[in-house]
């Protein structure tokens, strides 16, 4: 069978024809239309993503003068972290459409459609992402192709970080970590609030009072040196002291890989696998 792989240009696709090799390809492909609502919009709107629908009938034809390329069907992979799963069905509906009619008008043997990931992970509410997908969305003969990324991983992962100190600032509690955006950037690129659970340590090994907050709204922050080093904002904790750990769920997917671990060169976390 061998491998099948997504061409994102048509210099891509000239450049794997030189290899010499007898490969499957999808195109991944930027659509005029059927992209999905989000901030992190891939299809459907102006980014470096696939090729630009009004080029493909030149890569089609390209493909064809290709002796080692095989076309089989396109990519269109649209967004990331989208929670509207009615949305989504509905552009997994559109994509398999477009891509019978554009395979059948451009003469591509269709037998493989990749719509993606995208489906989203609530990381602040509690919605559930369920795609309500019709019995058989493909036409026979042709793969549907899903490629989850967030979905998948979120839930497999945990940050957890130490609190080193308890501040009030300006009338508002902070909660500085042992961490922070370098190692769990993600809340910080989003602009979200990430929510956390305290995990209290009772140990405490120093001759003075240990801090220690009640009933109140903090900030958890990080040591790095900006202000964006934040990853929850007003969380109200029934007791926090410094010593406790802070776990952050749902960290399992675009946590520590997106992050700038060398900002200040602290250290990097340890990574346990249970
Ligand atoms: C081409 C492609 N497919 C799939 C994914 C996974 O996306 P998600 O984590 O939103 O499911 C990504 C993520 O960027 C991607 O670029």
Redesign the pocket.
């Known amino acids: 069978m061998g491998a099948l792989i997504h061409v994102e240009s048509v210099l891509e696709l000239r450049r794997l024809a030189l290899l010499g090799t007898p490969v499957r390809v999808a195109l991944r492909v930027n659509r005029a239309g059927g992209g999905l609502p989000g901030t992190h919009q ?1 299809a459907g709107v102006a980014t470096p993503f696939g090729i630009d629908e009004t080029e493909l009938p030149a890569a089609v034809a390209l493909a064809a003068t290709l002796p080692t390329v095989r076309l089989v069907g396109f990519h269109l ?1 649209a967004v ?2 989208n929670l509207d799963s009615a949305a989504h069905a509905a552009f997994v509906d559109g994509a398999v459409r477009w891509s019978v009619a554009t395979a059948a008008r451009l003469g591509v043997p269709l037998s493989y459609v990749n719509v ?4 989203g992970v609530d990381y602040v509410g509690n919605r559930v992402f369920e795609l309500p997908l019709r019995a058989r969305p493909a036409p026979a003969g042709v793969q549907l192709v899903f ?5 998948l991983a979120a839930g497999a992962g945990w940050y957890a970080a130490e609190v080193l100190d308890l501040k009030r600032v300006h009338g508002r509690w902070f909660a500085v970590l042992r961490g922070g955006t370098h190692h769990f950037r993600l809340p910080a690129a989003w602009g979200y609030s990430h929510p956390f659970t305290v995990l209290p340590v009772s140990s405490w090994a120093y001759p003075f009072p240990r801090p220690t907050v009640e009933g109140v709204e903090v900030d958890a922050a990080g040591e790095l040196c900006t202000p964006r080093d934040v990853l929850t904002r007003g969380q109200r904790v029934d007791r926090l002291r410094v010593g406790d750990v802070l776990v952050f769920g749902a960290a399992g ?1 675009y946590g520590w890989d997106i992050s700038h671990h060398e900002f200040l060169r602290h250290p990097h976390p340890q990574t346990l696998v249970l």
């Open positions: 891939m992979h990331s972290n993606g990931g995208g489906f490629e989850l990324g967030r979905y997917a």
